[in-house]
Nanobody, 124 residues
Framework: QVQLVESGGGLVQAGGSLRLSCVAS????????MGWFRQAPGKGREFVAA????????YYADSVKGRFTISSDNAKNTVYLQMNSLKPEDTAVYYC?????????????????WGQGTQVTVSS
């Protein structure tokens, strides 16, 4: 079982930047990807970005493409999410998770070992 701990959230003005980190401990799923998801109040959990552990393949939701960058440092068992040009609609709790099967990256049902989440608030 892998344990995931997110950090780096906070309050930022629109147009600002934040970098989220997700540290994995325990067993790591090197065959599958790591993903970032977010959940705003009253909404479901939505896909943000994913990366396979080789770091060669990355995937993004259309809403964040060109603004967010996902990366990984395998030596540190850490996945990052660099968020630039933040908008108020990016406000949410951000979670990282480990893919548990070969299903779609975009569906949270294919991910497990969810972290506790980190709050990102973007003020206008």
């Amino acid at each position: 079982q892998v344990q995931l701990v997110e950090s780096g959230g906070g309050l930022v003005q629109a147009g600002g930047s934040l970098r989220l980190s997700c540290v994995a401990s325990g067993r790591t799923f090197s065959d599958y990807a790591m993903g970032w998801f977010r959940q705003a109040p009253g909404k479901g959990r939505e896909f943000v970005a994913a990366i396979n552990w080789s770091g060669y393949s990355t995937y993004y939701a259309d809403s964040v493409k060109g603004r967010f960058t996902i990366s990984s440092d395998n030596a540190k068992n850490t996945v990052y999410l660099q968020m630039n040009s933040l908008k108020p609609e990016d406000t949410a709790v951000y979670y990282c998770a480990a893919q548990v099967n070969s299903g779609s990256y975009y569906d949270p049902i294919n991910f497990g070992s969810w972290g506790q989440g980190t709050q990102v608030t973007v003020s206008s």
